[in-house]
């Protein structure tokens, strides 16, 4: 049961199938408020609005078949109160300028496999600090001095080979560097390490990001496979990009990269640790999509 997300308002446009959705909310414990649940005769804004305030998060739906100014106005409530909010999109859809910071998800509405996931680990991440605008990319200055610490951390942990611990501290620096959420993956969950959600990251890789973090980079020829299997997961999760972040000091041979799909990225813990020091996360991902996308898929380990 999740205890921090106990009601679930829900904007969207009339007709559209939310069965996938109720299923997925009520697994989880959570209420459903939705608009058509609101009493007949009442002032349908002011009931919205109200709904809206109860909510712990807000889920806007947008679908290809027809668009709903009621569901932008919904969604700006939520902003203006400051919700946590989960958008519904289709993939390669229009998504209004004025909604394009939100966290977006973009699924069929059927696709019952990637909303469980995508909802469950956000909400197991700690809940973020709310804003009513994304913060810009380059306002955020990265860890200082404290990227170093948490690098000579995880150096010890390689050493010692305690690879859960890498991820771990992974994960913590991720937080502190200002994402909105970071779940690390379950024990009995091993189709990923961390993922991440971020206003910042959304137009560059979408959300969720996953994440595989190798304290060791093996032989490529074995490696290759679980860089295969990570990007079956992540397309499985309906996420759009993955991230490996991987230890040593061997790159990742381009004939391996090749083997999968530029939308899986690669980089070093030291060159992650290295540019965390002054540059944001978002900035850093934003990076290597463009290098992986437009730069004839060289690498970024170091």
Not at 175 to 186: F, H, I
Not at 200 to 205: A, H, I, K, N, T
Request: net charge neutral.
């Amino acid at each position: 049961m999740n205890n921090r997300v106990a009601t679930c308002y829900i904007s969207a446009p009339a007709g559209a199938n939310l069965d996938v959705i109720r299923s997925v909310l009520i697994d989880n414990n959570i209420d459903i408020l939705v608009p058509d649940e609101l009493r007949e005769g009442t002032d349908w804004a002011s009931d919205a609005a109200s709904m809206i305030r109860q909510a712990d998060l807000v889920i806007g739906v947008l679908t290809q078949e027809r668009r709903s100014q009621w569901v932008l106005l919904e969604l700006g409530m939520a902003l203006g109160v400051q919700k946590r909010i989960l958008l519904i999109a289709p993939p390669k859809s229009f998504v209004p300028p004025q909604i394009q910071g939100l966290i977006t998800l973009r699924i069929a509405l059927s696709n019952r496999e990637a909303l469980s996931f995508t909802l469950e680990q956000l909400l197991a991440a700690p809940a973020p600090t709310q804003k009513s605008l994304p913060t810009p990319v380059h306002n955020k200055s990265g860890l200082g001095q404290r990227a170093s610490t948490y690098l000579s951390q995880i150096n010890q942990r390689i050493a010692d080979s305690e690879f859960a611990s890498v991820e771990r501290i992974v994960a913590d620096a991720l937080r502190e560097s200002g994402l909105e959420a970071v779940s690390e993956s379950k024990h009995n969950d091993r189709r990923f390490d961390i993922a991440v959600w971020s206003d910042e990251l959304q137009p560059f890789v979408g959300n969720p990001l996953l994440i595989e973090v190798r304290g060791q980079w093996r032989d490529a020829d074995r490696e290759k496979s679980m860089l295969r299997s990570f990007q079956m997961q992540t397309l499985k999760a309906g996420a759009r990009w993955g991230l490996l972040i991987h230890g040593g000091d061997k790159e990742i041979p381009q004939r391996v990269l090749a083997s999968v799909a530029p939308t899986i990225l690669t980089i070093s813990i030291e060159a992650l640790f290295s540019n965390l020091s002054t540059r944001s996360f978002a900035r850093i991902v934003s990076d290597l999509r463009n290098d992986r996308v437009h730069g004839g898929g060289r690498n970024a380990s170091s």
